[in-house]
């Protein structure tokens, strides 16, 4: 089993930030339903100000390749169009668990 964790810093007011996080949560969670290989996946909006990362998305597949399949899925492309005009950086650990 694969653990993929990805963090994502927005660009915009912290209204804007706000909206595009809570889009992209509400689009996220729907994904298991659209995509077998996503096992399960927990989305956390950033509550705290003094912290530079707004959104931490963990997901779980069987394995790398089931990864890979998730992230081509036109599901999962969607969401990720929903942030590509506020995307400011994104960072990603995938490991076993």
């Not at 899925?73 to 995307?87: E, T």
Request: glycine share 2%.
């Amino acid at each position: 089993m694969v653990k993929h964790v990805v963090m994502f810093r927005f660009k915009g007011t912290a209204e804007e930030v706000k909206e595009v996080a809570d889009k992209f949560t509400k689009a996220l969670v729907q994904l298991p339903d659209d995509i077998p290989q996503l096992k399960s996946i927990e989305v956390g909006i950033n509550i705290n100000p003094a912290e530079k990362w707004h959104l931490v998305l963990a997901a779980t597949a069987d394995s790398l390749e089931d990864v890979a399949i998730y992230s081509a899925h036109p599901a999962h492309q969607a969401a990720v169009a929903i942030i590509a005009p506020y995307k400011e950086d994104r960072a990603c650990v995938d490991y076993y668990i």
